[in-house]
Structures are given as structure tokens and as C-alpha cells.
């Protein structure tokens, strides 16, 4: 299992990058840069919960022992 959520958050790292280069700077919030901005943020709110979702399995792991 934690290699499967470390895989998801590289491939969510990996899309976060994706979409800064996807990003005018110049009109962030029109056309596909408004696009890219939703991914980065998506990406980003997918990798807070994997992080918590590691976090709680490790709680479990301490508190069966």
C-alpha cells in the first residue's frame, strides 16, 4: 500500500508540473490557463489527502500493536 501512495503522489507531483508550464503568466485566468490553475490546485488537494490517508494508516499500524 505505500507504494501505491507514494506512485499516486509523484504522479500528482508530475501533473502539478505539468500545469506550471501550461500557465501564461501574463493572462493566468483566461483560456487554458485557468485550466492549468484547476489542475494544479486538484493535484494539490490530491496530494494533501494522500498524505493524510498515509498519515491515519500509520495511527492504525501503532495502535494495533
Do not use: H, R, W
Not at 24 to 33: E, K, R, T, Y
Request: charged content about 10%; some cysteine.
Amino acid at each position: 500500500m505505500k507504494i501505491f501512495i507514494y506512485t499516486l503522489i509523484a504522479i500528482a507531483l508530475g501533473l502539478i508540473i505539468f500545469n506550471i508550464t501550461l500557465i501564461d503568466f501574463s493572462n493566468p485566468l483566461q483560456g487554458n490557463s485557468l485550466i492549468a490553475l484547476i489542475g494544479i490546485i486538484a493535484s494539490l488537494c490530491a496530494v494533501c489527502i494522500l498524505i493524510i490517508f498515509k498519515m491515519a494508516k500509520s495511527i492504525e499500524d501503532k495502535t494495533k500493536q
